[in-house]
């Protein structure tokens, strides 16, 4: 039996239901598998001082410190996260809140791995938690986490050196895999396994009905990001403007919801833009069985499961040349690559509604990405780290 300690600062509560709910879906995955015990760390960051008091900080340290989510023992501890830093302290200050708990979990789960689900502040943290308790680590890079930390001045050393420390490593995709050697990781320490998609809950379902239900007549494209410029949907918004029949719905929340209203409101497209917040994971299937495509126009991603999730319920993706993208879109069935630029998307929607594939061609492209598969690969993996661990022990004696 292989007992796990998942660390993430990314994963669902009760306050955000639908907060690195990849990282939920891995770990009962691997569960299912019957052969794997996990126990999940969720750390809150939450400031000190008058800060906390505000509504965000207030729900989050208002959440149960042990809760059972769904099946998975959680623990949700708290650490300082001091604002307008850089996230200078992330690391250090996650390693201090955490090291008393490391302790009594290990008395009552002795776990063989600690696996760090994003790379800063996790990947850092557990690096010299791993070292203090005398357990391999792993390191999981999805994006920004390299792209954005790993390139900063404050936290891109810490992110490289934890990469060089870890046990292992893993990458979403193949495209992330040489971005971490390109930063100086060790490549034969890196393993690419691809993320996983419910192919029951996406399914193919008829596309007019799917309209109908949800009041859309005409073309549909949605889109599924944070409110956040990284995601480019004004290129998105800028392209519908040029496409008088199109209906662009965006589901996904963030700080750029406010600059994203005022443009559609200054290009006129109030009647057929819709900003719809965040959906729920369980109502997202019905909204990409509706679309025509499902359209993100990211800066960057890791392999981003919004693009699995739209291929298993038979919608093609358009997206850039980012990331894992061309592990996806391997044929015009998949979609369509696409450049960053409102008149790239345009052509690119405009063609795939006048020649739409046929939804079962799509779906067959996700259907490899099962989240069996997923887990099969990440037990192997961690299961070598054991054992090679192991080995590195015996052969010291």
């Known amino acids: 039996m292989l007992r796990l300690l998942v660390l993430s600062t990314l994963f669902p509560d009760a306050t955000r239901p639908n907060f690195g709910i990849f990282v939920e879906r891995q770990a009962l995955s ?44 959680v623990y949700r501890p708290p650490f300082i996260n001091i604002p307008a830093t850089g996230g200078r302290f992330h690391a250090t200050a996650l390693i201090e809140g955490l090291t ?42 999805r994006g920004s986490d390299v792209h954005r930390w790993g390139h900063r001045p404050v936290t891109g050393e810490q992110v490289r050196a934890a990469g060089r420390a870890a ?22 320490r890196i393993q690419t396994v691809v993320t996983g998609v ?76 819709r900003l719809l917040g965040n959906l729920p994971h369980a109502e997202l299937p019905a909204y990409l069985a509706a679309a025509d495509a499902m359209a993100l126009a990211s800066e960057r991603e890791g392999l981003a499961n919004a693009w699995l999730e739209a291929l298993a319920s038979g919608t093609p993706v358009l997206i850039p040349d980012v990331g894992g993208a061309r592990q996806v879109v391997t044929s015009e069935a998949a979609g369509r690559i696409v450049a960053r630029t409102p008149e790239a998307f345009a052509a690119a929607i405009t063609a795939i509604l006048a ?14 990405f099962t989240w069996a598969a997923n887990s099969a690969r990440l037990h192997a993996y961690f299961d070598r780290l054991v054992s090679d661990r192991a080995l590195r022990l015996s052969s010291a004696a």
Do not use: C, Q
């Open 100 to 141: 008393p708990l490391l302790d009594e979990i290990r008395r009552e789960f002795p776990f063989d791995v600690i696996a760090g689900e994003f790379f800063f502040p996790d990947g850092v943290a557990v690096v010299e938690l791993g070292r203090r308790l005398g357990v391999p680590v792993s390191i999981k890079a």
């Open 30 to 73: 691997l569960v299912e598998r019957g052969d794997t015990e996990i126990r999940v760390v969720a750390p809150l960051g939450i400031p000190p001082g008058p800060v906390r008091a505000l509504p965000r900080y207030r729900r989050l340290a208002g959440l149960p410190a042990r809760e059972t989510w769904k099946g998975l023992e």
């Open 198 to 273: 419910d192919l029951a809950r996406f399914a193919l379902r008829d596309r007019g009905e799917a309209k109908r239900a949800l009041g859309v007549a005409g073309p549909l494209v949605l889109s599924v990001g944070a409110l956040i410029p990284l995601k480019g949907h004004e290129i998105l918004i800028r392209a519908a403007a040029a496409m008088p029949r199109l209906n662009l719905w965006i589901a996904g929340e963030g700080p750029d919801r406010k600059r994203l209203t005022a443009l559609i409101a200054r290009l006129g497209l109030g009647e057929r833009v």
């Open 355 to 368: 020649d739409p594939p046929a939804p079962s061609a799509v779906r067959a492209v996700a259907e490899p």
């Open 167 to 188: 046990d292992g490593l893993l990458a979403v995709s193949d495209a992330m895999r040489r971005d971490m050697i390109a930063l100086g990781m060790p490549g034969e």
